[in-house]
């Protein structure tokens, strides 16, 4: 007769399992009855041996088994054919260890470290407790449906089954142990090793990993260290050992407190933070950074050292000098200390920090290029190319080439392979367009385009670039007198002169002069005990209508035939040397149009009447001439110029000067 034994478990899953995995090991010597607390259970159980699936179910079944009966209670361990998908999940994770008690939820947590699943962070959960919301993937034995509803991701490990001293165990209660000992114990232990290789290549795997990141760590040029979750540092690199002065060896495992002393800097690392803060630490100047992810409790915290930044901008600002696409000056390089010049600095440095095209407008001379450069300089393109290409200068088609480059073969003489256009060159950077008043309307349309659309096609080429370029453009031409003429698109105007900035001229800050002649002696090595007192206010007190380039090419000329013990106002240059006041000769019609709108204006200031542009207007037309508000407008201006009118806003509107008096009387004599 054979021998029989009785499995008596919880949930019939369970039984399923445990039955299967005796059937298989013993069912060829032992008839094997299982049954589940969950089902139905025989009144009376009476054979010789008992197995119960747990303690619980040994409480919970024991009065149905008969005393006679010899009772065993499983041992129980994991699925180990399950176990793979453990590896998956990565290392520090949390997860919910379900199981249907609290002392089963623990035994399988206790039971996954024990075979060396270490690498999750496992809390124990049965029903009627509170799951954390944060924890959202869950490892149960088989007990899936029991698994909280917050869990996104749910591995069921299987149900776990007898343990190798269990099975022993019933091997010697039936004798059987000599005979099948061995077998069973050799095929147990085949699946353990195959488990402990696949742990060692796991472990071999971090290994390598860990030591990766670690050397990319440590080659990292900024200072970098972690906390874990429980606040102790985990990584300590060599350039946050030299800033703190302490070994990494020495600070893996302290908490923060242990490690710094100074409170603002603890206090910094114990809180979110969204910005870096500026600390100094045994002589470096460091900029300490806090980074925390949500998903995880450990803090990185990155110290960089500021002194190093600035050596790398510099370095980077090398290498642009070097492609020679770089902005040379800056805001100290404009001298003055005039309220003019000072206030003008102020706009400029604020237009500096937009992204938006800056028209600055200016005479010849006043610093217009000085200024477009600062302002590079002092914008977040500062690293990025600055480029400037003077509309004056070159010929339409090449300049057209220049800006926008050719694809090869676009026309003879194009070079092989192409060319890349400056607005490409100046990628990521700002673009300075001098002189923009002499552009030829067909290059402006085509600029129109590529700032409208911040894309460009090359000459000859087919495909649309997309560029990132800040404009500045200047000019010292009235691009609205060009506009009216006809000689400047309007369109082109206004997506240009989105921020304006006049420069005024040097003759309306002398002051600046004396500091201006200084600087340019120093540059030109001319002592300054040579100067004469006479020839500086002479020099102070000129119009100097080429502005602050007319200044200066004046003290180099001064620098070089200047040979005696001083330099005196003999030693200035004869008058054809110096730029006049720009009054065009005047012409037959100017002289008429002068004539007829200086008439309207004294004949409306005469009778008390407000001199408006549309009132001239009106004057002039019943005498029969045909002049646009615009024209006139213009006229005025010229006369403003002048001196034969003062133009104000409001009521008393246009007045004629006594110049503009003797200017009638002159035409009519
Ligand atoms: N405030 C200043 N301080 C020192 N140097 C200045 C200043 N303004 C202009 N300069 C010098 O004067 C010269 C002319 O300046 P810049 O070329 O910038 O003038 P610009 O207005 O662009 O002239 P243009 O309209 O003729 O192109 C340059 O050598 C510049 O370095």
Same mark, same amino acid.
């Given at each position: 007769m054979k021998n029989r034994l009785t499995l008596i478990t919880g949930t019939p899953e369970t039984k399923e399992t445990l039955h299967q995995q005796l059937e298989d090991i013993l069912g060829e010597y032992i008839l094997i009855n299982s049954y589940a607390v969950d089902e139905a259970i025989p009144e009376r159980v009476s054979d010789e041996l008992v197995i119960f699936s747990s303690d619980l179910i040994e409480k919970e079944a024991s009065h149905l088994v008969s005393n006679e009966c010899k009772r065993m209670t499983a041992k129980r361990t994991i699925n180990y054919q399950m176990i793979n998908q453990l590896f998956e999940i990565n290392s520090g994770t949390k997860v919910l260890c379900v199981n249907d008690a609290p002392q089963m939820a623990q035994e399988t947590i206790e039971t996954l470290e024990k075979i060396g699943m270490t690498h999750l962070a496992y809390t124990p959960y049965s029903p009627g407790k509170k799951a954390p919301s944060h924890i959202k993937t869950a490892i149960t034995p088989g007990e899936a449906r029991i698994v909280p509803k917050s869990i996104d991701q749910v591995i069921d490990i299987g149900v776990r089954l007898i343990d190798i001293t269990t099975l022993i165990a019933i091997l010697e209660h039936f004798h059987l142990k000599e005979k099948l000992g061995w077998t069973i114990s050799n095929r147990y232990t085949g699946k353990i090793i195959e488990l402990s290789q696949r742990l060692a290549e796991v472990n071999r795997q971090t290994k390598l990993l860990n030591q990766h990141l670690q050397q990319v760590v440590d080659g990292v040029n900024d200072g970098v260290m972690a906390i874990d979750r429980h606040q102790r540092v985990t990584v300590f690199n060599p350039f946050i050992e030299e800033y703190s002065g302490l070994s990494h060896v020495h600070a893996i495992g302290k908490t923060l407190t242990q490690l710094f002393k100074e409170p603002e800097l603890l206090s910094y690392m114990s809180s979110p933070q969204d910005e870096g803060k500026y600390f100094t630490m045994n002589g470096y100047n460091l900029m300490v950074y806090r980074i925390q992810w949500k998903e995880s409790d450990n803090i990185l915290f990155i110290f960089k050292n500021t002194d190093e930044t600035i050596t790398m901008e510099k370095a980077a600002r090398k290498q642009l000098m070097k492609t020679g696409y770089m902005s040379k000056y800056s805001f100290e390089d404009i001298i003055g200390k005039s309220p003019e010049i000072l206030h003008t600095k102020k706009i400029a440095s604020k237009l500096a920090k937009t992204e938006l095209p800056v028209l600055i407008q200016g005479e010849s001379g006043t610093g217009k290029e000085l200024f477009a450069h600062s302002i590079h300089n002092q914008s977040n393109r500062v690293l990025e190319p600055f480029l400037a290409v003077n509309f004056? +200068?070159?010929p339409e088609d090449l300049l057209e080439s220049e800006l926008f480059g050719y694809e090869e =073969? +676009?026309?003879? =003489?194009a070079k092989k392979g192409g060319k890349k256009g400056l607005f490409e060159q100046a990628d990521g950077g700002t673009i300075f367009l001098d002189e923009i008043g002499d552009s030829s309307l067909k290059l402006q349309a085509r600029l129109l385009r590529v700032i409208q659309e911040m894309e460009l096609r090359k000459i000859g080429g087919t495909k649309t670039i997309p560029i990132n370029v800040r404009i500045i453009a200047a000019t010292n031409k009235d691009l609205l007198e060009l506009i009216e003429d006809g000689k400047f698109r309007e369109d082109l105007y206004h997506r240009l002169k989105v921020l304006f900035l006049p420069i005024p001229p040097l003759r309306k800050r002398k002051i600046d002069i004396p500091l201006l002649v200084e600087q340019f002696s120093i540059e030109n090595n001319i002592p300054e005990h040579k100067w004469d007192h006479d020839l500086i206010e002479t020099l102070t007190h000129f119009n100097w209508y080429g502005n602050i380039r007319e200044l200066k090419n004046t003290v180099s000329y001064l620098s070089i035939v200047a040979d005696g013990e001083r330099i005196t106002i003999h030693d200035l240059p004869g008058k054809d040397y110096f730029q006049t006041a720009k009054i065009e000769p005047e012409s037959i019609v100017d002289h008429q149009l002068n004539t007829k709108v200086l008439t309207a204006v004294k004949e409306l200031n005469d009778s008390s009447k407000n001199a408006s542009r549309k009132k001239i207007t009106d004057i002039l037309s019943n005498e029969g001439s045909s002049l646009t508000e615009q024209q006139i407008r213009r006229i005025l201006e010229n006369l403003k110029k002048s001196g034969y009118v003062t133009i104000r806003r409001g009521r008393s509107g246009t007045q004629i000067t006594r110049e503009g008096v003797q200017y009638i009387q002159s035409s009519i004599n």
């Open positions: 004056s +200068a070159l =073969g +676009a026309f003879t =003489g």
